[in-house]
């Protein structure tokens, strides 16, 4: 009907809703079907919890419904009378006009621009990603407006527009150029106090009102002459297409009986499928709901292809970040500050003191300075930048810093290589065991594996099918299988497991399945039995949950062969367990689990297929060291059905939190409320149970009994519990579909990755999923505080914050992520250094090729960043960093495009950087090992060219094709060293001959 009214209206049209919450969901239900038209008015925060600086959604919300009003475009809004009649806006008498920005003009200058955004309360930062924020860098201004999905570059030449373009604001790449951009001022003035409404604000002439009350909706095109139409909305019984297959007629007769039939498609594709048991007069419409519905007076019917085929309706939502899928180049480098540890990976420990410009007959180059024990300082040259690595410590152990000129720094590095080699040789071991055939072949997949695939609630992503591909492909070798599936909460790593399972079971042999904990372990349990049991698959648990009877019992099915599949913890891996038959492996966050299992699994890894799962990011430098022996999928794309989870920050306030958990109630949902101090834990179980005296509300934390907790947590499985009030106990484990609120008291104190691994206990099923994050009334937060707290609210995609969280895991311990005794060395080390010396005693194990040492590239020209250019160090670190380590030519020229859309044309000491990279790489493998450059005079070092006469001949040809002087200087043993004297060419000129000079030679 929404639909169908806006397709007649000239104006905006208003629905008010009893709240906000309707208001909300009604609007992402809308946007599915017309994202151009679909617009929302939330009400303003209120004061009491409004923190500063956060709830920018709802502002940009109000923000681009004001927009659209202004620009006098057709729209549907969803408000609420109270967010309709507060005031909210500045009068016009005050606002200020809007900036046209045109490529070419010199109207609007960078001086201008400036002064709006600070005087419209835009906050000026760094690096613009967040919205209402704006960024300079010399010419270039970066600005976010609420009401656009991507910020704005503007580059001005002087006065002069000389290019817009849109970016990215997680990689800060372009996305598009466009040739003209208005800036709208905000409605609200920060100078000024809000005196004008909504209503007040945009005439009556220029709108059209629905009320809408309980599940009816009134149209009212005018105050004057109310013209009520009332249209109640019932549910309808949950057809699938299954049934309908078995009850055709029954449907058909179903069909008939109403005058008018809706099916709602989510693509075109989809309709295949029903299309044979439609009749002529059923409408389609493209777009998405949740489940099927009748209007009876009306006679309407509204069938949902997402329930046919037992599917959760796809979710499209505005400004989701997960829409970039940016995944950045990671660098060590890029959150350093002063004091910071480094580990140079000839002089040792020390000390990241700054960057410094260092001038010399060489030329200028910028480094990083290292201050070591006792007054030594090392300065490293942007092309050794490689060989310095950042060394994450704990407050409580800092590391002793090294002594430049003794050699206690070279004495812990053969002691790490020699430990390292013994890791490589253990891992080297398993690959080679592994190699030997398992002995069978699994069988094909059949109709039960079908039946599997299509009991699956959601559609399976890019990335899953390639995992599962991998999978089942590793199953066809006849080798056994040794794969990580490596995905974000909710990414569906166990659909995964559970295809893998079933292939096995099909195939007459058995299966394992461990969890760390005995929550995760019951959790994996109900998941796979309520899945794979209707298949005729026999799933059974062993952990602390079973009685020892219990227990007893299952060890004898075992035994006999009665049971397929065990899902357990460790108690999986005690002596008295024979399972036979037994030939795949899971095991769910292996870096969980303690030294004596880890072992164990390594002894069962020589014969079994082994799948692991794990949502910790595995870092791509310990990936890139374990090259070709064991084998990595990734799940990067969250599933398009779940929605994301709405996040917000506010002050404590009982009412405020009373309203939240009411409307999560009120729709029969449950609760988590997180507040991570036993003692006094219970002070807030008897407030809220005094709130809210029908609910049942317990409590969680470990420092209960086990059987207790298990008691409480299987009681809040079956959904009687309705809110559950717990620690951090619940991080990792509890999935329950029907918890879709959860409060996190004192937000301020957590981590980034630990709030996102809470915040993700929510949000697993179809419905809309709620966070609210509280910090103490009056709190002024830190800074570091103020931005995990604002990364958060800005990432509430799942998977968003994926890449947020990785530096702080591996911070934590993602080097024991493949079980080997690496931890102490790997401290004295650091991670990138260790994962270095790891790939190379691996290469050395098995006989690979070592990558070839790139020549010495001694260009003495000024070679470095600006800092009037680039005026953040960090920016500065993060490129030098790019530039010293890329490896192809590719990789190269998307950092200098990079560098160029950021932050403009290049300055000429950053070409040079750029151009000595470039040759490193064309020269590397090549008998090119030295280049100098100094003042016209190029010396070119070679070794182990062809004896030959022609090659000389070819060498020598470069220069005497420019009439440029040339001479061969003395070498030592093989080398060559010919040196060039020009006045007119550029040394780069020539290193391009020589380039492609090499590349003939090579050819021969």
């Known amino acids: 009907m929404l639909v169908q009214i806006l397709s007649q209206a000239t104006k905006a049209v208003l629905l008010s809703c009893p709240d906000d919450r309707t208001a909300e969901d009604l609007y992402r239900l809308y946007y599915n079907f017309d994202p151009g038209h679909a617009f929302y008015f939330p009400s303003r925060s209120n004061k009491r919890e409004a923190v500063q600086g956060f709830g920018v959604l709802n502002e940009r919300y109000r923000e681009e419904t004001v927009r659209m009003i202004r620009q006098g475009t057709p729209g549907l809004i969803f408000t609420t009378s109270f967010a309709l009649e507060e005031p909210a806006f500045t009068p016009a008498k005050k606002q200020e006009k809007e900036i046209r920005l045109q490529v070419g003009s010199t109207q609007c200058t960078r001086e201008d621009l400036i002064e709006k955004l600070n005087s419209w309360g835009y906050e000026s930062v760094p690096t613009c990603s967040d919205p209402k924020s704006f960024a300079v860098r010399g010419g270039i201004v970066d600005v976010f407006l609420p009401y656009s999905a991507h910020p704005l570059r503007i580059e001005f030449f002087g006065n002069t527009v000389e290019s817009l373009r849109l970016f990215n604001p997680l990689s800060q790449r372009r996305i598009k150029e466009v040739e003209s951009f208005i800036l709208l001022p905000p409605s609200q003035l920060p100078e000024y106090e809000p005196e004008l409404s909504f209503l007040e604000t945009f005439p009556e002439q220029d709108r059209v009102e629905i009320r809408m009350t309980a599940n009816q909706l009134s149209l009212s095109p005018s105050p004057q002459t109310p013209i009520p139409r009332t249209l109640p909305v019932q549910k309808f019984q949950d057809v ?51 489940r099927h519905f009748q209007m009876g007076k009306q006679s309407v019917l509204g069938l949902s292809i997402a329930r046919l085929f037992r599917r959760n309706s796809t979710v499209n939502t505005r400004w989701d970040l997960s829409d970039y899928r940016y995944q950045s180049r990671i660098s060590s480098f890029t959150d350093l500050d002063w004091g910071d540890y480094l580990v140079h990976r000839d002089y040792g420990i020390g000390r990241y003191r700054g960057l410094e410009i260092i001038p010399s007959k060489k030329g200028t180059q910028e480094c990083i300075r290292i201050d070591y024990r006792d007054g030594g300082k090392v300065y490293v040259p942007v092309e050794k ?63 039960l594996y079908e039946e599997l695939v299509a009991s699956f609630p959601y559609e399976e992503t890019a990335d899953q099918k390639k995992a599962i591909e991998d999978v089942m492909s590793d199953l066809d070798r006849p080798q056994p299988m040794d794969r990580l599936i490596c995905g974000d909460v909710g990414f569906g790593k166990t659909e995964v497991a559970l295809r893998a399972i079933l292939r096995v079971v099909i195939s007459g042999k058995k299966v394992l399945f461990l969890a760390p904990t005995t929550i995760l372990a019951d959790q994996h349990f109900i998941s796979s039995r309520s899945r794979l049991e209707p298949l005729g698959v026999r799933v059974e648990l062993l952990s602390r949950f079973r009685t020892r009877k219990e227990q007893a019992e299952i060890l004898e099915q075992m035994l006999r062969g009665q049971v397929d599949v065990v899902i357990g913890t460790h108690r999986l891996l005690s002596k008295d367990i024979h399972f036979p038959d037994l030939s795949l492996l899971i095991i769910d966050e292996e870096h969980r689990f303690g030294v004596r299992h880890k072992e164990k699994f390594r002894q069962l890894k020589h014969s079994l297929d082994v799948l692991t799962l794990t949502a910790t990011p595995i870092p791509r430098t310990l990936q890139q060291s374990l090259s070709g022996i064991r084998q990595i999928s990734r799940i990067e794309t969250p599933p398009k059905t779940r929605k994301p989870i709405l996040t917000e920050i506010h002050y404590f306030d009982w009412e405020s939190i009373r309203r939240h958990l009411q409307f999560e109630l009120d729709r029969n949902g449950q609760v988590y409320f997180l507040h991570n101090d036993v003692l006094s834990l219970p002070f807030y179980a008897e407030k809220l149970q005094k709130m809210f005296p029908d609910a049942s509300i317990a409590v969680a934390h470990g420092q209960m009994s086990s059987r207790e907790l298990e008691r409480i947590v299987l009681a809040f499985f079956a959904n009687q519990i309705d809110i559950l009030v717990c620690t951090t106990i619940i991080e990792s484990g509890l999935d329950v579909t029907n918890a879709n609120t959860i409060v996190i008291n004192e937000a301020h104190r957590f981590g980034l990755a630990q709030l996102y691994q809470i915040r993700g206990r929510v949000g697993r099923g179809h419905r809309q999923a709620y966070c609210y994050l509280l910090i103490p009334p009056g709190r002024t937060l830190p800074p570091q505080a103020h931005q995990r707290l604002k990364a958060i609210e800005q990432f509430t995609s799942l998977g968003s914050g994926y890449n947020v969280a990785l530096k702080d895991l591996e911070i934590r311990g993602a080097g024991n992520l493949f079980g080997y005794k690496q931890s102490g060395h790997l401290a004295k080390v650091g991670f990138d250094l260790y994962c270095q010396i790891l790939q190379e005693a691996v290469n050395d194990s098995m006989g690979r090729n070592q990558v070839p040492s790139p020549p010495v590239m001694a260009i003495q020209e000024d070679a470095f960043i600006p800092e009037d250019y680039m005026p953040l160090v960090q920016d500065r670190l993060y490129f030098y960093q790019q530039i010293a380590t890329v490896a192809s030519l590719p990789e190269l020229q998307e950092i200098e495009e990079e560098v160029r859309d950021r932050f403009g044309p290049l300055p000429q000491p950053t070409v040079n950087l750029l151009q000595a990279a470039y040759f490193r790489i ?53 080398t060559l060293t010919l040196e060039i004297s020009s006045a007119t060419k550029s040394w780069e000129l020539y290193l391009r001959q020589y380039a492609e000079m090499l590349s003939t030679l090579s050819d021969r």
Do not use: C
Not at 251 to 279: D, G, M, Y
Not at 398 to 417: A, I, M
Not at 419 to 427: D, G, R
Not at 932 to 949: M, S, T
């Open 385 to 447: 930048f490689d060989r310095v690595h950042r060394l994450n410590v704990s407050e409580e152990h800092p590391p002793e810093l090294s002594t430049l000129g003794t050699s206690h720094w070279q004495r812990e590095l053969r002691r790490v290589r020699s430990s390292v080699q013994e890791v490589a040789q253990e891992i080297i071991e398993t690959y080679r065991s592994r190699q030997r055939s398992r002995g069978f072949r699994y069988d094909p997949v059949n109709e």
């Open 922 to 974: 064309r020269f590397t493998g090549t008998p090119l090992r030295k280049v100098h450059y100094h003042a016209h005079r190029l010396r070119l070092e070679f070794g182990e060219l062809p004896g030959d006469p022609s090659s000389l001949s070819l060498m020598t040809s470069v220069p005497q094709s420019q009439g440029d002087p040339y001479r061969f200087l003395p070498g030592s043993g093989e």
């Open 240 to 290: 699938s297409l299954s049934w309908i297959r078995s009850h055709e007629d029954a449907f058909r007769e179903i069909v008939e009986s109403f005058s008018k039939t809706f099916v709602f498609l989510e693509t075109q594709e989809q309709l295949q499928a029903i299309q044979p048991f439609l009749s002529n007069g059923v409408q389609l419409v493209l777009g998405s709901v949740e």
